[in-house]
T-cell receptor, first 117, second 112 residues
Framework: NAGVMQNPRHLVRRRGQEARLRCSPM?????VYWYRQLPEEGLKFMVY????????ESGMPKERFSAEFPKEGPSILRIQQVVRGDSAAYFC???????????????FGPGTRLTVL | LAKTTQPISMDSYEGQEVNITCSHN???????ITWYQQFPSQGPRFIIQ???TKVTNEVASLFIPADRKSSTLSLPRVSLSDTAVYYC?????????????FGKGTRLSVIA
């Protein structure tokens, strides 16, 4: 059973370009979360999605950022007109419909490191 | 979600037992305590979760006193590969489908 997959692992963009980050959840998982991590900081929640629905986007900036989780295919985090402050590691996590207590509620991918020049 | 407080960093020699304490004074009745481990350039990985008293698995033990206002993650006989950041999280364990709230964690450095 493959874990959460993210690509690309590293992404370099110039200011003003668009960045697209992809996340494929674990098989059987229908919940996807995106987190952002700045250097020396903990992860900060951005958005929580189920298939074709955004459940909670309270942590996502109102402008330039969007996320989707289509019926088919990976979840996409899209950042338009990137700025240097968007440079960070972006992690995706997935969880099953009914997680068990005492177990991992969210499984994390390896992350995408975005560098904005 | 309850706020947590952990030491910023800790150092330990190989083979020693390491105890990392986390304070969560405002923990709610439904909240569970979960610890994650993060290696450089990787996503966090679940270590252990508990509600009260003691929980042990193949990786670590978690001690939770009766008032549940703190918890201690115990790593027996650490090795160099245990060098990582350890995060203490508090949240409603009955619902896994809620965003996790991470603090800055404790950076553990294991020295040979």
């Amino acid at each position: 059973n493959a874990g959460v997959m993210q690509n690309p692992r590293h992404l370099v963009r110039r200011r003003g370009q668009e960045a697209r980050l992809r996340c494929s959840p674990m098989k059987g998982h229908s919940h996807v979360y995106w987190y952002r991590q700045l250097p020396e900081e903990g992860l900060k929640f951005m958005v929580y999605l189920q298939k074709e629905n955004i459940i909670d986007e309270s942590g996502m900036p109102k402008e330039r950022f969007s996320a989707e989780f289509p019926k088919e295919g990976p979840s996409i985090l899209r950042i338009q007109q990137v700025v240097r402050g968007d440079s960070a590691a972006y992690f995706c996590a997935s969880s099953p419909l009914v997680p068990g207590l005492g177990t991992d509620t969210q499984y994390f991918g390896p992350g995408t490191r975005l560098t904005v020049l | 979600l309850a706020k947590t407080t952990q030491p910023i960093s800790m150092d330990s020699y190989e083979g020693q037992e390491v105890n990392i304490t986390c304070s969560h004074n405002n923990i709610a009745t439904n909240d569970y305590i979960t610890w994650y481990q993060q290696f450089p350039s990787q996503g966090p990985r679940f270590i252990i979760q508990g509600y009260k008293t003691k929980v042990t698995n193949e990786v670590a033990s978690l001690f939770i006193p009766a008032d549940r206002k703190s918890s201690t993650l115990s790593l027996p006989r650490v090795s160099l590969s245990d060098t990582a950041v350890y995060y203490c999280l508090v949240g409603d364990g009955n619902s896994g489908n809620t965003p996790l709230v991470f603090g800055k964690g404790t950076r553990l450095s294991v020295i040979a």
